[in-house]
T-cell receptor, first 115, second 111 residues
Framework: DAGITQSPRYKITETGRQVTLMCHQT?????MFWYRQDLGHGLRLIYY???????DKGEVPDGYVVSRSKTENFPLTLESATRSQTSVYFC??????????????FGPGTRLTVL | GQQVMQIPQYQHVQEGEDFTTYCNSS?????IQWYKQRPGGHPVFLIQ?????EVKKQKRLTFQFGEAKKNSSLHITATQTTDVGTYFC???????????FGTGTRLQVFP
C-alpha cells in the first residue's frame, strides 16, 4: 500500500531549465493538489484537480503547468525555473465522500533548489 | 483574497506547560481542519470540525470552531516533547473546493 508518492525527493536545477515533479496516488482519490511550502508562508496552493482532465488554479499558479490525464497521476512542471521557485513541494489527495470534504493525504514532499 | 492567519508564529514552552494556537479566517468557512507537521516531515491530518461552536477532544488536544465559523483554536494540555512540530489550520470557504491553509504555528517543547 504505497499511498501517495512523489519523485524526485530532492532536485537541484538551474535557472531557465524545465523541471517536472511527479505525484502518484494508489487510492483513486478524486482530488489532487500541489502546494509549495516556504518559511513564513505556510502551505500555498499552486494548482488542484477535481478529476482527470479537470484542473484549476490555486493561489500561486504563475510559472507552473499541470496536467491530469490519469486519475492516479498529477505532474507539476516548472516551464522555466526561477530562483524564487526554490521551495518544498507537496502533493496531496483527498477522496470526495458524501457529506463534504475529508482529510487530505500528503506525499513526502520534493525539495527543489534552483540555482 | 481569502486569508487564514495563525498566531503565534512560534511558541517555545517547557514540557508540562499548556499551549494554544489561534486561527482566523477572513471569510466564513464550511469546515476547519487541523494538521501537524513534524520537522522534516509532511502535514498529517489531526481532525475536522464542521459545526458552529463545535468542540472536539483528542486526549490532551482540544479543538474548537468559532460560532461565526471564521476562527478556530487548538489547545494542548501539559505538552510533551512529542508535541514538537508545526500546527496548521485549514478551511474550505463556502462555494469553493479549495482548502486554504493557515500560516502555521511552530511549537518547540523543552524537556
Amino acid at each position: 500500500d504505497a499511498g501517495i508518492t512523489q519523485s524526485p525527493r530532492y532536485k537541484i536545477t538551474e535557472t531557465g531549465r524545465q523541471v517536472t515533479l511527479m505525484c502518484h496516488q494508489t487510492w483513486s482519490h478524486s482530488y489532487m493538489f500541489w502546494y509549495r511550502q516556504d518559511l513564513g508562508h505556510g502551505l500555498r496552493l499552486i494548482y488542484y484537480s477535481a478529476a482527470a482532465d479537470i484542473t484549476d488554479k490555486g493561489e500561486v499558479p504563475d510559472g507552473y503547468v499541470v496536467s491530469r490525464s490519469k486519475t492516479e497521476n498529477f505532474p507539476l512542471t516548472l516551464e522555466s525555473a526561477t530562483r524564487s521557485q526554490t521551495s518544498v513541494y507537496f502533493c496531496a489527495s483527498i477522496p470526495l465522500l458524501a457529506g463534504g470534504f475529508n482529510e487530505q493525504f500528503f506525499g513526502p514532499g520534493t525539495r527543489l533548489t534552483v540555482l | 483574497g481569502q486569508q487564514v492567519m495563525q498566531i503565534p508564529q512560534y511558541q517555545h514552552v517547557q514540557e508540562g506547560e499548556d499551549f494554544t494556537t489561534y486561527c482566523n479566517s477572513s471569510t466564513t468557512l464550511s469546515n476547519i481542519q487541523w494538521y501537524k507537521q513534524r520537522p522534516g516531515g509532511h502535514p498529517v491530518f489531526l481532525i475536522q470540525l464542521v459545526k458552529s461552536g463545535e468542540v472536539k477532544k483528542q486526549k490532551r488536544l482540544t479543538f474548537q470552531f468559532g460560532e461565526a465559523k471564521k476562527n478556530s483554536s487548538l489547545h494542548i494540555t501539559a505538552t510533551q516533547t512529542t508535541d514538537v512540530g508545526t500546527y496548521f489550520c485549514a478551511g474550505n470557504p463556502y462555494n469553493t473546493d479549495k482548502l486554504i491553509f493557515g500560516t502555521g504555528t511552530r511549537l518547540q517543547v523543552f524537556p
